[in-house]
């Protein structure tokens, strides 16, 4: 949900709120949205604490998402560098 919210942050932050909320409202209606539950939140405490065990830190919003695509052992999509240090997490960056 960490993603969901940041992108309608986006659309409410935005020129042309109504036209974005639309076409966001469109692109949901066909996509999975993966909840932040308990286990995922197991599994957030667990990346914060061996990030922590290494020196190195990452943002609680990376975290969550990471979280979640460990748990469900999907491929992240990102060129954000926070990732590439969370173990047992599979990254993709398609900007290279």
């Known amino acids: 949900m960490t993603i ?3 992108i309608y942050f986006a ?3 935005s020129h042309r ?4 909320y639309q076409a966001l409202q469109d692109y949901l209606s066909s ?6 539950e308990e286990a995922a939140a197991e599994e957030f405490g667990l990346i914060l604490a061996e990030q922590k065990s290494k020196g190195r830190t990452i943002p609680p919003m990376d975290a969550q998402i990471a979280a979640i695509a460990r ?3 999907l491929t992240l999509l ?3 560098h926070h990732f590439q240090f969370v173990e047992r997490l599979k990254i993709e ?4």
Do not use: C, Q, S
């Open 17 to 20: 709120r109504d036209k974005n």
């Open 71 to 73: 748990l469900h052992d």
């Open 31 to 36: 996509m999975i949205i993966w909840p932040f």
């Open 4 to 6: 969901l919210g940041e």
């Open 93 to 96: 960056n398609w900007l290279v």
């Open 78 to 80: 990102t060129a954000d």
């Open 11 to 13: 659309v409410y932050a």
